[in-house]
Structures are given as structure tokens and as C-alpha cells.
């Protein structure tokens, strides 16, 4: 058994959908293997929240919040998707504020700049 990995079931893209904390990497920092749970986008400065990935079909606001708050618990700043994409480091912050800016857009809050 390694020492510093934490599998934790987040939901969202499928019922059972985990990450894998793994508190020593990154010099300690820590990293979260998101697998397509999260979903870091070509910037690397933002993330994505989808049920379908080949569809595009969002999660919903309460999903997204729910899974960012789980992964506020955890010690990560770098994170890594399933297809090497990364959020190089201040991943926490971003998967938070990409969940807030998730969530206000499939709200509607923004209706009127479209």
C-alpha cells in the first residue's frame, strides 16, 4: 500500500466517479488526479464540470458546488486530468472558482450577455 494516497468518490460525470489525493506529490504540495471528474481546460488556469464529455452536457449548479466543496478538504495544488491536461499549481483555488462560475452560468445568472 502507498503512503499519501486517498481515493474519494466525488459523483458527478457517473455515480461513482473518484479522485485520487495524493497528499506527498508535487513537493508536498500535493495533487489531485481528477481523472474527467474535473476537467482542466486548455488555459490551465480553469476547469470544466460535465456529465457527457463527448455530448457537452453540463452538470448541474448543485452537482458542481457539491463536488467542489469535497475536494476543498483535500491537500492539492497541482491537478491532472485522464489526459495529462494539468493545472500546474493554485488548482484548489481554481477548481472553486471555475465551480462558481459553472454553477451561475447553467443558473442563468448571465442570460443577459448572451
Known amino acids: 500500500m502507498a503512503t499519501g494516497l486517498t481515493l474519494h468518490r466525488v459523483g458527478g460525470h457517473f455515480p461513482g466517479q473518484a479522485v485520487l489525493e495524493w497528499r506527498d506529490g508535487n ?12 476537467f482542466p481546460n486548455p488555459d490551465r488556469r480553469s476547469v470544466s464540470f460535465l456529465r457527457s464529455y463527448p455530448n457537452r452536457i453540463p452538470l448541474s449548479a ?28 493554485g488548482a484548489k483555488q481554481v477548481v472553486r472558482s471555475s465551480a462558481d462560475r459553472h454553477a451561475a452560468w447553467v443558473r442563468g445568472e448571465h442570460d443577459d450577455l448572451t
Open 62 to 89: 448543485d452537482v458542481v458546488q457539491r463536488i467542489a466543496a469535497q475536494v476543498e478538504g483535500m491537500h492539492f495544488d497541482r491537478l491532472y486530468n485522464n489526459f495529462g491536461t494539468v493545472v500546474p499549481s
Open 27 to 38: 513537493e508536498g504540495r500535493g495533487v489531485l488526479l481528477a481523472a474527467d471528474a474535473i
